[in-house]
């Protein structure tokens, strides 16, 4: 593919996300959890038939996918890729020229899903502690993180996988668009999560990206990786 083709994909992929309907769905699907078309129309506020419309045109650009269950279509994001760059724009789409006064809503703000990975004020916070106490580092080239030594027996003793999935980027710093500031993304970002999941420091919340941190959360975040400082996530 030469450079005309990648420019002419470009403007293809970027009209597609320009049109309102269609970022409202694609940022609805960030959670990653997937939705029939009938949920993404009233998500995107228009009629079945103009949001049919919109997913296939989505699907041809492979900026999300169809999961067939019986007679129910499913939708959710093609891949991380898909995320990641929805995530970056949402940080372009608004820049910063003064301190920074975020204006998400405050479950948001406090704790989210990004894709499958955590994010907001939680997530940059495990996201620099990791760095503190030593757990993760920059790789080589400063574009990824990797496991310490002591990240690597700390990880084990909280029962995650060192190796985690070797056909996806281990762990990087992706931007936080309330926070302007990185959480970790990849494998380690998604293990990280389910872990929190898994052990009760925090709450999905219903038909939310918001994650609820809860009592119990609040303490081991804290004892564990020293993150203080957090409150439990207002209603």
């Given amino acids: 593919m030469d450079i005309e083709d990648h420019e ?7 009209s597609a996300i320009a049109e309102p309907a269609r970022s409202r769905m694609l940022c609805c699907l960030m959670d990653g959890c997937a939705r029939t078309s009938t949920e993404l129309a009233v998500v995107a506020g228009v009629g079945a038939p103009t949001a049919s419309a919109h997913l296939q045109r989505m699907k041809q650009l492979g900026l999300v996918e169809v ?22 724009l949402m940080v372009v789409a608004n820049p910063v020229t003064r301190c920074f006064v975020p204006s998400t809503p405050a479950p948001l703000r406090m704790a989210r899903s990004c894709y499958d990975h955590l994010a907001g004020t939680l997530g940059v ?46 762990a990087y ?3 936080d668009w309330s926070m302007r500031r990185p959480h970790v993304g990849g494998a380690l ?8 999941i898994r052990r009760g420091w925090l709450q999905r919340q219903l038909d939310s990206r918001a994650l609820t941190v809860t009592n119990k959360g609040l303490r081991e975040l804290e004892s564990i990786f020293g993150i203080t400082q957090l409150a439990r996530t207002p209603a």
């Fill in 8 to 14: 002419t994909g470009l403007a293809r992929v970027a």
């Fill in 67 to 88: 999961w067939v269950q019986g007679r129910h279509r499913y939708y959710r994001l093609a891949n991380h890729d898909v995320a990641q760059a929805l995530e970056a």
């Fill in 125 to 170: 916070a495990w996201h620099d502690r990791l760095l503190a106490i030593g757990w993760i580092a920059a790789s080589a080239d400063a574009t990824d993180y990797v496991l310490t030594d002591l990240g690597v027996r700390k990880i084990a003793e909280l029962g995650m996988d060192a190796e985690l999935s070797p056909r996806r980027r281990f």
């Fill in 173 to 175: 710093p992706c931007m």
């Fill in 189 to 196: 970002g998604a293990a990280l999560l389910d872990l929190a």
